[in-house]
């Protein structure tokens, strides 16, 4: 069985919901990511949210707000979907699917970050050229619902 720790980061940049969100764009321009783990604090490393680079351009840009003054936790998704270190791949790969995520944080049993899968590791990690096709179709459908 192939567990989510075999496909994950390690160890993801993360931020704090106080950062202002400039930061989050820098770390995200520096890092090349599209998306950044939000954390309590550098000590506990409690996962609180995650904040995406359409976050920022929908929530930040569009609207006009201040890069420097408007705070991570504004714009930050905070109904996240996780998996555990030791869960097989399949239960993140399902969860990535039906909720179209392209990206999804691994905590431990503390809710404590310490990895993330992105849609890149599977393309680039699942050996099976079918089932990453079937992935991505799944992530990038509209939602019908």
Do not use: F, W, Y
């Amino acid at each position: 069985m192939k567990t989510c720790e075999s496909m994950m980061t390690k160890n993801p940049i993360c931020c704090l919901p106080t950062d202002p969100v400039v930061k989050a764009a820098q770390l995200m321009k520096r890092e090349n990511i599209g998306s950044i783990p939000v954390i309590e604090n550098e000590q506990t490393r409690k996962l609180v949210g995650i904040v995406t680079d359409r976050d920022l351009a929908l929530k930040v840009v569009a609207q006009e707000k201040d890069v420097k003054s408007t705070q991570v936790a504004s714009v930050m998704s905070e109904m996240l979907v996780t998996c555990q270190a030791e869960d097989d791949i399949q239960k993140a790969l399902d969860a990535m699917s039906e909720h179209q995520l392209r990206r999804i944080p691994i905590v431990n049993s503390d809710n404590k970050i310490v990895g993330i899968i992105a849609q890149a590791d599977v393309a680039t990690r699942v050996n099976k050229p079918e089932k990453t096709a079937e992935i991505v179709k799944d992530i990038s459908q509209a939602n019908m619902k």
